[in-house]
């Protein structure tokens, strides 16, 4: 049951977070033991903040993100709801939030940005000509895993990027199809060798390559109109610190096999 000692009436909060994606079974509720879902709607029920949660983005396995968006039902304090979920949850951080409508939808966002990263060495020098091709609105059912959804989608934007040997690629869309950017992305480094470009979409079957989900990240959902407020705390800060000096750490000992192997 809700505790309803904190305010006099539920509110609906728009929260924003990021979280680790190789850390969980997958985002939606029932996906594995340990889903981003599931973990959070566990602190949910077990503090007493709320019954239920609607998402706006459920992101493949091994997905992750910096700012996906939940919105929860609770009589409880915004600020005691985001240091419950940031205390309990570690691989997760909860960064900002917003008080909406009742009726608000966490899925009707102004518009996404999705991130996918390569290694610099693995693209060719035509990737920003190949990626171009799929900017517009276009049927993409050779380039999603279909379901229900119309294929039809808009691409707003793809901005290309580089920085210390990597290549970051943003899609800016309102909505994306499944594995539609690790399909795009596929094709595109396929043929970013190649000055010739051909229209993509005349295709007659499915492209028939997907890259891996870990290098992917849904970098932001922007909402029109809604003001978000952040809130961290030093101690959620450090812990993320520890992780990505951890992090760093790892790969400066998978680079000594490199190394090693190259002797």
């Known amino acids: 049951m809700i505790n309803t000692h904190a305010i006099n009436h539920p509110l609906r909060l728009l929260v924003k977070f990021g979280y680790i ?17 599931d973990t959070i709607l566990e602190v949910l029920r077990k503090k007493g903040i709320s019954d239920g949660l609607h998402s706006a983005a459920r992101t493949d396995r091994s997905v992750s993100a910096i700012s996906n968006a939940i919105a929860i039902d609770t009589s409880e304090r915004p600020s005691k709801v985001m240091g419950i979920l940031n205390s309990s949850i570690p691989g997760m951080l909860f960064h ?11 899925r009707h966002c102004d518009f996404k940005i999705y991130r996918y990263i390569i290694p610099e060495e693995e693209a060719g020098p035509y990737l ?6 799929f900017r517009g609105r276009h049927d993409f059912s050779n380039f999603c895993k279909l ?14 990027s580089r ?3 990597m290549i970051s690629v943003d899609f800016k ?7 539609q950017i690790r399909t795009i992305m596929a094709y595109a480094l396929d043929h970013s060798f190649s000055q010739d470009q051909e229209d993509p979409f005349s295709l007659k079957e499915r ?3 997907l890259l891996d989900p870990e290098a992917l990240l849904l970098q932001e959902m922007v909402y029109d109109g809604v003001e978000f407020r952040q809130m961290l705390s030093l101690s959620k800060i450090r812990q993320f610190q520890r992780e990505m000096k951890k992090s760093r750490i790892r790969n400066r000992v998978l680079d000594s096999f490199g190394s090693a192997m190259q002797r």
Do not use: C, H, M
Not at 21 to 37: A, F, I, P
Not at 128 to 133: E, T
Not at 148 to 160: A, D, F, H, L
Not at 173 to 179: E, K
């Open 207 to 209: 492209y028939g390559r």
């Open 163 to 165: 920085k210390e040997g």
């Open 147 to 160: 379901d229900e959804r119309n294929p039809v989608r808009t691409i707003r934007s793809i901005r290309v």
């Open 96 to 106: 900002s939030y917003a008080i909406v409508d009742d009726d608000f939808n966490p």
């Open 173 to 179: 869309s309102r909505s994306f199809l499944w594995n």
């Open 21 to 37: 994606g190789w850390l969980y079974t997958g985002y939606q509720t029932g996906n594995g033991n340990r889903s981003v879902e």
């Open 128 to 133: 920003r000509r190949s990626l171009a091709l």
